[in-house]
């Protein structure tokens, strides 16, 4: 969620409008919400990895713990993957069996992404930034002021602090020098960019050409062949946000209030009809699948409303959390306080809402329990494991999880 609808924080925005001012005014609650994070999000993690929708700044210094609350493409598949572990202040790698392959040294480490982990020599201000693959070798040394994830191949990187942003591949070496200074991950081929001098935003291809020039006032994110976009509007006309493909041509006229991305063939859009008809799911034609509705006191937390493995979370009408099909029909009953999307097949799930001796489980696609409410924050899963607080609040001892429950890693007692 990247573009500009109602709320924003630096450089990645998001939200949907409504034409009534009281709708309105919910509506910009609920994706301010959603701007603060996932359910789950409690500020205390085991990663600090930057989703693919992360979007750097050559102006802005970005914080390693600046998220976004969406559901991105995943890049998981079957790609050797390590996971961050912290003990004493330094950070290091597990395998799936809980073994450390790369003992406790780093200043940070994020999960693996595209068979690499990213890490951190020195302070968030003044380190360097890396890579390791899973045999805990350090492929790319520590030298960069910022470094993204790996993205189809790609790392959005900057030399110096503030610096201008490209892109380099797995060497480490330069593929598309630096020459932005706005840019965010490649996804489907393309990534948003910003050139010096200019707020207006087009696409690069991954030779560092725009196939899509400069003229958007959003970043562009493609998923499933569209990106929501929005062009400045002509003074006095109200601004409408429709859909581009990968031309950047309007494949889906601009008529929304607020247009976010698609997910499973569905993206959630406002419209300017009555009274019910404010939210609704499009299709990759624009056609409306179903109209749906937000509780009047709105959801009791921040939640990921994009369809993952068939599901999306949404409010019911007392703002407790469940999961609805591509009907718009609760298939999961809004019984919880907090959720997660699907992932592997399980949903992090809380009943109790955020606060002392709240406890995290994880449901399958029917709604039952497989992994009984035992923690103090769960994430989703990925990999095969998932990073878990092993003690309800106020206690803290991370650890990891298999779809089980099994654990197969915790922080040793002691200072973290």
């Known amino acids: 969620m990247i573009s500009n609808r109602i709320s ?37 993690t085991i990663s600090t990895a930057l989703p693919s929708t992360t979007v750097v700044s050559a102006a802005t210094t970005v914080s390693a713990s600046t998220t ?14 390590l996971f961050p572990i912290r003990i004493e202040g330094r950070w290091g790698y597990i395998n799936r069996e809980g073994e450390v392959v790369v003992d406790p040294q780093f200043d940070d480490a994020t999960p693996f992404q595209e068979g690499l982990g990213r890490i951190r020599v020195g302070d968030e201000d003044t380190g360097r930034y890396g890579f390791v693959d899973a045999t805990g070798t350090v492929v790319i040394s520590p030298q960069f002021a910022w470094a993204n994830p ?21 060497s480490g070496a330069w593929v598309i020098p630096p020459q932005f200074r706005n840019s965010a991950d490649f996804l489907e081929g393309l ?27 959003d970043f562009l994110r493609f998923s499933e062949g569209l990106a929501p976009a929005e062009e400045p509007p002509t ?50 034609r624009g056609e409306i699948a179903f109209f749906i509705d937000l509780p009047e006191g709105g959801p009791t937390s921040s939640f990921d409303f994009n369809f993952s493995e068939g599901l999306a979370a949404w409010p019911g009408e007392d703002g407790r959390l469940g999961f609805i099909d591509k009907t718009g029909s609760f298939v999961i009953p809004p019984r919880f306080a907090r959720v997660t999307a699907f ?20 449901i399958d696609a029917d709604g039952a329990w497989v992994i ?22 106020p206690g803290y001892r991370p650890g990891y999880v298999d779809h089980s429950g099994q654990v197969i890693w915790q922080t040793p007692r002691g200072p973290n």
């Open 8 to 44: 924003g924080v630096t450089v990645i925005r998001a939200g949907v409008a409504l034409l009534a001012i009281a709708a309105l005014l919910a509506i910009a609650a609920l994706f301010a919400a959603l701007l603060a994070g996932c359910g789950a999000s409690d500020g205390t």
């Open 68 to 81: 976004t609350s969406t559901t991105e493409p995943s890049n998981q598949g079957s790609e050797p993957a």
């Open 150 to 170: 790996f993205s189809e191949g790609l790392a959005l990187a900057r030399e110096e602090p503030n610096g201008l942003i490209g892109y380099i591949d797995k």
């Open 191 to 217: 990534a948003p960019a910003q050139t010096e001098g200019s707020d207006l935003t087009g696409c690069i291809d991954h030779s560092g050409r725009f196939v899509i020039e400069p003229r958007f006032r």
């Open 235 to 284: 003074p006095g006309e109200r601004l409408r946000i429709g859909y581009v493909d990968k031309t950047g041509s309007w494949a889906i006229e601009p008529q929304y209030l607020g247009a976010e991305r698609f997910s499973e063939g569905l993206a959630l859009v406002g419209l300017s009809g009555g009274a019910g008809e404010n939210l609704a799911y499009v299709d990759t």
């Open 343 to 362: 992932s592997e097949g399980l949903a992090a799930v809380s009943l109790d809402a955020e606060g002392e001796g709240s406890a995290w489980g994880y």
């Open 372 to 393: 009984e409410p035992q923690f103090g924050y769960a994430r989703a899963f990925q990999h095969g494991l998932a990073e878990v607080n092993l003690e309800t609040r």
